[in-house]
């Protein structure tokens, strides 16, 4: 490692010649890979970004010069070339630096960007905020890896245009989202490769844009000469680069898809390290909605760009057909899209991560809510425990989507129970319906699963005891489980239920509960505030019933341990039940 | 009214000869300019689209082919030609239609609309439900004014050229949005204008979709010749029509803006049937900005394409020059880019419908709050006494703000608190503000307004009595004071609390209650499900405190009277205090 070890700041880029920075770039590839080998991450989008960076830096002056990336995910190089290649360089600093741009680490990153589609706003904003209190610098723009397709970058290259002053859109395009590119826009990139950015109809220009292309978006050369030629201009411009997702490590261009983001792996054969054989809820979501579609094929599954994470493997994509639709990442239009081919009489399954579905909030409201269009959302990985980047929390769709008129939402406890709500799901057609998958690695029912829930916000009573009932929702439901177990040891016998719906209360239970319970304990796997719990309490309000509410109190964290966490947050079986204990005290 | 009189369905449209087809249309913008008169509502954009409409409904086999509106405030002639003439006919029956489609009215309205930008999306559902199930109609996406630049219309023409089969988008271009349009989109769409449809570049076809252009769209006969060459077309494609907004009515062609939507006026001058002289918290707000403006050039005002319903007229926003920015509709931009202002060190102020901001929910999570940008939003008409229509309700900004963590959500009460609050948020760089703007006629202090909101959670205690506290949140807290007046009556000295944060619980003022209060009663003037008074309850939930909760219950209602509406939710001072005594009388 001759030269990123002398890397301190951009200004050691820039006295670097060109054959160092292409000496520069082998080395940044190499701790890139042995990261990621060892510690999991976006593979190729950063290994795709190595050159352009180094041109970036080179050329424009950060921190005084903005730069914003979007995706941030492909900022690793970035990180390497701002004072941070200790965290690339040995294994115990890898936790150093987040996988996305994060001020607090640089004066480098303006903003923590985990979401897409964002870049082109926000330096919007700071080339705006720029001329209105008086600057001269560059503001750049780095957007791609799939996210041009979003409802806010498309609003933001609109809108660029009437700014009037300096501001530079670097589009990555390396031909790929996280699986294949899906949307018109994508075929007039291709036309632009193509003609080497010269056929007359542009997006980029049709939006008002000044625009010029760099056909060899991994030479370092031609990407200094383009960002030479647009620093310091007085306009804003787009500059379309071609890439190589995953370049410089063989698997990752030949498999982009795998390769997007990977976990460990063995570097020379490209498999990863930790494999489990046991099923999860993704894996089941897919082959149970493949029978059905088999079966039915007005079932059709729909994804914003994100078919992996419920396990919509290509040869599962493959088998489905037309059943299966992927509408790039642009999570408004999935749901709306959703909602009209309710309408027409099809079944519609949208899949989409906890975190991503805050994107479509109106159109739940306003185009499916409304419209009570019978389609099935399918909320994954909606827990604390799964991933802890603060952008990518999924803390929040309990209160983002249960508070909506209309929505069913339902929150499965283990593997009979979730099957059997997304089949009376896509068999229903009174209302929209979501469902909280659960996470993880499934769970087989240790109970009988009824199959209709049509008579709704009727909870589902585990076991009936007096004094004490939680209420256990969803993923929380073996917590639920758990605590029983502590009260019981404690001498009480605790009423357990799975409430199985978040969108309501079931009020003739709660009533009936007055008889003999002093205590309710509501207990949800996601942000307390505006969501289950908080309703059972106002329900209970002018009772004499006392209600803890658990859940993650309203905050934004960021890469947590999760057992601390959750210790902080009082979500213990041990500590519920000393609260509780506590609380029945105080009678 | 020779031949509106015939007109029971689109068939009697069909037997009409094109100068009775001239003819009908005198006779509708004659009737749609009467009922506008009297009635209020949508001018501009219905007068424009009298012809397209008897064009489509001349061409296309409604209701087996499907057209859906966008933004579906200008489907007034469509309801005239599809068995709701009467509507327009005779005052009595005015009321009978609501101003946007909605399918209980008829068949040929397939979506409840209220909300721009969504046509595309939902027709396109149409369509790709119809390929799934079978059949062989048209599918028809009518949209424009203005709203081709919201995220979800991009997304939505971005996705259609993969569809592949039938799907007509009718792109209404009437140069305007309620405003003047905004964004570089605008731009191509003149260059199509001017070059006949011809120009290389064009952005619908930069999307991968195929393009025909209608010049004369306000002409019977070409638009007749366009619809015919596309019915049953194979593949999508946009027809681009080329229309006059306020077309027939001269005021209205005159001053596009002030006319797209009006209160009863007077035909022959143009003039507004009721005009109140007196202050308005919109009017306020707009020249109060206008004055900090002038004093520091970082204070800039943000609208989405409606600075009318914040006072933003043409003059005002001239005297602003730059620091007003008129994004066009894409509230999720306008919320990203003021997040990247605020960084840059400029004051940007984003005024927003509450109805309107719920399109901006993940922004003002990921891009404003995660980042802490030190933006205010200002969420103008949120209460349950503005818009009734059940896509404009504003009931439900609360839930979806106030869970979101670093907001800060005000609530003033009066005009000094609302001026001392969006002072001291434009001045405050600690976290993004909201301010829930009051409604209505401005109404002065009575009490001292302190300057500093920093310490934030910190509650008012108007008046402090004991056993009962009524915590009246902003629009209500008129509320509160009349029940706090009922409840001396019946001998109670409640404590009258102005909770000011709605983002937060006064933990100390809370606990302090408990001494010698028994019962907390929360008035929020929206939904009550996630949102404040919950908090409250949540609070006491281990307690012997009661507490009562009022607000809107979870439903969408419709064009609802709003006295009626209030009792319903018991959300009046004797029905409150009723329920108070009750509540006391078992305790």
Redesign the interface.
């Given at each position: 490692m001759k030269y990123i070890n002398k890397i301190q700041s951009p200004a050691d880029v820039k006295r670097l010649a060109l054959e160092e920075m292409n000496e520069l770039a082998v080395e940044m590839r190499t701790l890139l890979i042995e990261k990621l080998s060892r510690h999991g991450g976006h593979c190729g989008p950063n290994l795709g970004m190595v050159e352009a960076t180094i041109a970036m830096h080179y050329v424009f002056d950060s921190p005084e010069d903005k730069i914003v990336f979007d995706v941030s995910h492909q900022s690793y190089a970035h990180k390497m070339l701002t004072g941070r290649a200790g965290a690339f360089l040995s294994e115990e600093r890898y936790d150093d630096v987040s996988g996305y741009t994060e001020?607090s680490e640089s004066e480098h990153d303006?903003?923590?960007?985990?979401?897409t589609s964002?870049s082109v706003?926000?330096?919007?904003?700071?080339?705006?905020?720029?001329?209105?209190?008086g600057?001269k610098h560059n503001v750049i723009a780095v957007i791609g890896d799939g996210s041009l397709?979003?409802?806010?970058a498309?609003?933001?290259?609109?809108?660029?245009?009437?700014l009037g002053t300096n501001f530079i859109i670097v589009v990555n395009d390396n031909q790929m989202s996280i699986a294949e590119n899906?949307?018109?826009?994508y075929?007039?990139l291709e036309e632009l490769r193509h003609s080497g950015g010269t056929c007359?109809?542009?997006?980029f220009?049709?939006?008002?844009?000044d625009y010029i292309y760099v056909d060899k978006g991994n030479d370092i050369p031609s990407l200094i000469e383009a960002f030479v030629k647009v620093k310091d201009i007085d306009h804003p411009i787009v500059v379309h680069i071609n890439t190589l997702k995953g370049k410089g490590y063989a698997p990752a261009e030949a498999d982009k898809e795998r390769w997007h983001w990977s976990g460990p792996f063995d570097i020379a054969t490209g498999e990863l390290k930790h494999v489990s054989a046991a099923e999860n809820y993704d894996e089941l979501t897919a082959t149970h909605l493949l029978k059905l579609m088999k079966n039915d094929?007005?079932v059709?599954a729909i994804t914003a760009g994100t078919p992996g994470i419920w396990a919509w493997t290509p040869e599962r994509r493959n088998e489905a057909g037309?059943?299966f639709?992927d509408?790039?990442i642009?999570e408004?239009?999935a749901v709306?899209?959703?909602?009209?081919?309710?309408?027409?009489?099809?079944k519609?399954v949208f899949g989409v991560c906890s975190s991503f579905v805050?994107?479509a909030?109106?159109?739940v409201?306003?185009?499916l809510?409304?419209?009570d269009s019978p389609a099935t959302i399918l909320v994954l990985w909606g827990s604390l425990s799964t991933m802890t980047d603060?952008?990518h929390l999924c803390h929040?769709d309990i209160?983002?989507l249960?508070?909506?008129?209309?929505l069913v939402y339902l929150a499965p406890t283990n593997r009979e129970e979730y099957l059997a709500m997304l089949d009376w799901s896509i068999g229903y057609r009174e209302h929209p319906v979501a469902i909280r998958v659960p996470v993880g690695l499934t769970v087989p029912a240790r109970r009988p699963v009824p199959t209709d829930y049509s008579c709704l916000n009727r909870y589902e009573v585990v076991s009936r005891g007096k004094d004490v009932a939680v209420l256990a929702l969803g993923n929380f439901f073996t917590l639920g489980e758990k605590v029983c177990a502590v009260l019981r040891e404690k001498g009480i016998d605790a009423t357990l239920v799975n409430p199985r719906y978040i969108t309501g209360v079931d009020t003739a239970l709660m009533e009936s509960l007055k008889s003999d319970h002093r205590v309710v304990v509501t207990l949800e796997d996601g942000?307390?505030?505006?969501?289950f719990?908080?309703?059972i309490?106002?329900h209970?309000?002018?009772?004499?019933m006392?209600?803890?509410?658990y859940g993650a109190r309203?905050?934004?964290v960021d890469r947590y341990v999760l057992a601390d966490f959750l210790v902080a947050n009082r979500l213990r079986e041990d500590l519920v039940a000393e609260?509780v204990m506590k609380?029945i005290g105080q009678m």
């Open positions: 001020p303006n903003f923590v960007i985990g979401h964002t706003s926000l330096a919007g904003g700071l080339a705006k905020g720029r001329d209105l209190v600057g397709s979003g409802g806010e498309l609003e933001g290259l609109d809108w660029a245009a009437e899906h949307g018109g826009l075929g007039n007359a109809n542009n997006l220009r049709a939006m008002g844009l094929p007005a059709c037309p059943q639709v509408v790039g642009a408004e239009h709306a899209l959703a909602s009209g081919i309710a309408k027409a009489g099809g519609p805050q994107r909030y109106d159109q409201s306003q185009d809510c409304i419209n603060v952008t929040f209160p983002l249960s508070n909506i008129p209309n942000a307390v505030e505006g969501g719990g908080e309703k309490a106002r209970f309000g002018s009772s004499d006392k209600v803890l509410c309203k905050e934004f609260d609380t």
